[in-house]
Each structure stands twice: as structure tokens, then as C-alpha cells.
């Protein structure tokens, strides 16, 4: 946008000049007591200047043209990039809630093969436990929908309230990654960097772990931090071969190197 904006401002610039000009040529300045051939003289002098003017127009036009249709082209692609980010949000949360409907299912069932029927206090905490990770799932949720909203300051929020209450939950992992990418998107690279430092330090088993590393590379680069970005880099292509974060994380590595 900057490089549209100082083209614009080019233009505007050569605008005024050819406005000028052409007063010049419109008005030409006549001796009464001038012959006519120095008349004619005048007329052929200035008609160069006209055309040129005129090719000058021309190229001012065309170059407007050509800046109105990058302009176009640019908010098209901006509006493809929205679109792209909202599905991927959503294949997100779809395989986070698969995810955790797996690992829940698998708890439930080796809790029910390794014990008998709880009763009493034991059945009471058992229900607790239910209702609590219900809530986690729930605020989870919540915060997620703001992120696909776009909201993204209450999502944060929401973000940050829930891996404050839910400490413990797993899903608190997947917290801090959101939060992670929220922040970069916010240009707070240092808090971003946090949060994924989290993801990659206390999670290691998360299923988000590989990206946390892909994005703290991003960040550390951002950062100006060559040499930390480009082993965070390596670390994910190392640790995580066949994942789509190490394929992003090999992709930059070549981009940078040239």
C-alpha cells in the first residue's frame, strides 16, 4: 500500500506541472504590432510542446489506470486470504474437537475396565469432574467463535481467562497457541513469543506443538533473531518430518537463503 501510495502521490505531482503548461500553450502572449509570419513562427514553436503534453497525459492516464487495477487486484487477494484463514480455522476446530472426543472416550473407557461403579462422595466428585471439563470445552468453544469472528481482542481475552481458570485442562495447550497466533497477527511479537514457548515447553505431547515451533521461528525472525529463528526452524523439520509445519519451515528456510 505504501509503494500505491507514493505512486499516487507521483502523479499528483505531475499533475499540477502539466495543468501549468498547458495554460501556457492555451494563452500565448501576441504583439500587436508583430508580423504575421512571427506569429506563425509562435504557432509552429509551440505545437512540440502541445503534443508532448499531450503524450505526457497519456502516460499519466494509463499509469493511473494501471494503479487502479493493482489496488483492485490487492483487495481481491486480501478478501481470498480472509477466506482461506476462515477455513482453516474451521478444519481446526474440527480436528480439535475430534481430538478431544478421542481422548475422552479413551479416559472414559480405561477409568470404567480398571474400576467398579463409583458411589457416593466418589460418584459426586466423578460428576464434578464431568460438569468441569463440559465448562473447559465450553469456554474453549466460546473464544474459539471469536477468533473466527474476528474478534479478535475479546478472543484474547477470552483466551487468557481460560488458561487461567482451565490450568490444568489439555486444552489449555491449544489456548496458548490461539493466543500465540492472535498476538503475531497484533504485532505484540514478544507476548506471541510467550505463548508459544509455552505450547512447546510445557506440551510436548500437543498435537500443537509443531506449529508452535513453525511460528516461534516466525517470530524469533521478526524479532531479528537469525540465528534462534533459524534453529527453531531446523527443530521442527527435524522433530516433525511429515508435518505440514516442517514443510512451511523448509519452504522459508529456501526463501531465505536465496
Not at 215 to 229: I, P, S, T, Y
Amino acid at each position: 500500500m505504501k509503494i500505491l501510495w507514493k505512486g499516487l502521490c507521483g502523479v499528483g505531482a505531475l499533475v499540477l506541472p502539466l495543468s501549468v503548461w498547458a495554460d501556457d500553450v492555451a494563452a500565448p502572449v501576441q504583439d500587436a504590432g508583430s508580423a504575421p509570419a512571427q506569429a506563425q513562427n509562435v504557432s509552429v514553436q509551440n505545437t512540440p510542446a502541445a503534443s508532448g503534453n499531450m503524450v505526457l497525459f497519456n502516460q499519466l492516464q494509463s499509469q493511473q489506470t494501471t494503479i487502479d487495477q493493482l489496488q483492485g487486484r490487492l483487495e481481491e487477494l486480501q478478501h481470498q486470504l480472509d477466506d482461506q484463514q476462515q477455513r482453516s480455522l474451521q478444519r481446526y476446530d474440527a480436528l480439535e474437537q475430534r481430538l478431544s472426543a478421542l481422548e475422552n472416550g479413551n479416559s472414559t473407557g480405561a477409568n470404567s475396565d480398571a474400576a467398579a461403579p463409583a458411589t457416593g462422595d466418589a460418584a459426586t466428585d466423578s460428576a464434578k469432574g464431568s460438569a468441569e471439563a463440559g465448562s473447559a470445552q465450553e469456554a474453549y468453544q466460546k473464544a474459539f467463535d471469536l477468533v473466527q469472528a474476528h474478534q479478535n481482542d475479546q478472543a484474547i481475552a477470552a483466551f487468557e481467562a481460560f488458561s487461567t481458570q482451565y490450568a490444568n485442562d489439555p486444552l489449555r495447550a491449544n489456548a496458548q497457541y490461539w493466543l500465540g497466533e492472535l498476538y503475531l497477527k497484533g504485532s505484540k511479537a514478544d507476548k506471541a513469543e510467550k505463548a508459544f514457548l509455552t505450547v512447546v515447553n510445557d506440551y510436548p505431547k500437543s498435537s500443537k506443538r509443531a506449529d508452535a515451533l513453525y511460528k516461534l521461528g516466525l517470530v524469533n525472525a521478526r524479532q531479528g533473531r537469525v540465528d534462534d529463528a533459524q534453529k527453531r526452524l531446523q527443530q521442527v523439520m527435524k522433530e516433525y518430518p511429515k508435518s505440514s509445519a516442517a514443510g512451511l519451515a523448509d519452504t522459508f528456510l529456501k526463501k531465505v537463503a536465496g
